[in-house]
């Protein structure tokens, strides 16, 4: 089925559905800053969920779909905040005094991780929900991001430029357990391979990669 959701002058990007596929949650500048909203799938109930002045992006649903993290430019840097799915009850989970952005939820939805640059290179973190708690899930001096849970919750996907033999410059896909050890090289190519993803059942992973000179 086909058709469109939002009519609107200004740019509407980034759409995820809410688990129960009803919903969409977007970003919008349609009032002026790039602010959080989601719409009904059949293009009404549209609501504004945040209300600044700064830069929103990347929302992503729980697993329960009572609440949307994504990750707000405020105050000179970028956190990662949750947001009730009503637009209610939004707090700053990270308040790190670097770039936290690209949350993604565990499956039990009872974490988040993120990729950070606090430290000065990308790197991936954990927090908790419930109690606001960080744990670095990598550490060394090169960049990795783009962090997917596995369907189970036991494993972390994740790009880097990482190397044996040091920084390459070359992306690839690495795994690690859901607490950063016995990190596993998955892909082995000349061309940059990125943004992981599992299969619903957790046997496939797709990632994009420019073996072929273009994404």
């Known amino acids: 089925v086909k058709g469109q959701l939002t009519d609107s002058p200004a740019s509407d990007r980034d759409p995820t ?6 919903t969409l949650a977007f970003v919008s500048n349609r009032d002026e800053s790039w602010e959080i909203y989601t719409i009904s799938v ?7 969920l945040t209300n600044n002045s700064t830069l929103e992006r990347s929302p992503r649903w729980s697993p329960d779909g009572r609440r949307i993290a994504f990750w707000s ?3 000179g840097v ?6 009730d799915a009503d637009g209610t009850g939004e707090v700053n989970l990270t308040n790190s005094p670097g770039w936290d952005f690209n949350p993604t939820w565990s499956p039990d939805g009872a974490s988040i991780a993120f990729q950070s640059e606090r430290d000065g290179n990308g790197e991936i973190y ?20 783009s962090p997917a849970w596995s369907p189970d919750g ?9 190397d044996e ?20 090289r998955l892909t082995r190519q000349t061309a940059k391979d990125l943004e992981p993803a599992w299969s619903a059942d957790g046997d496939t992973i797709f990632y994009v990669s420019w073996v072929d000179g273009d994404p």
């Open 154 to 162: 036991r494993k972390v996907l994740f790009h880097s430029d990482r």
């Open 17 to 22: 559905w809410s688990p129960d596929g009803t």
């Open 165 to 184: 033999s040091g920084r390459d410059g070359n992306f690839e896909i690495y795994v690690m357990n859901a607490d950063g050890s016995e990190v596993e």
């Open 126 to 145: 954990v927090v908790d929900v419930a109690t606001g708690e960080q744990a670095r899930l990598t550490d060394n001096e090169f960049f990795d991001g």
């Open 73 to 75: 430019f405020r105050d």
């Open 42 to 48: 059949n293009g009404t109930a549209l609501t504004r």
């Open 78 to 83: 970028a956190d990662i905040f949750l947001v």
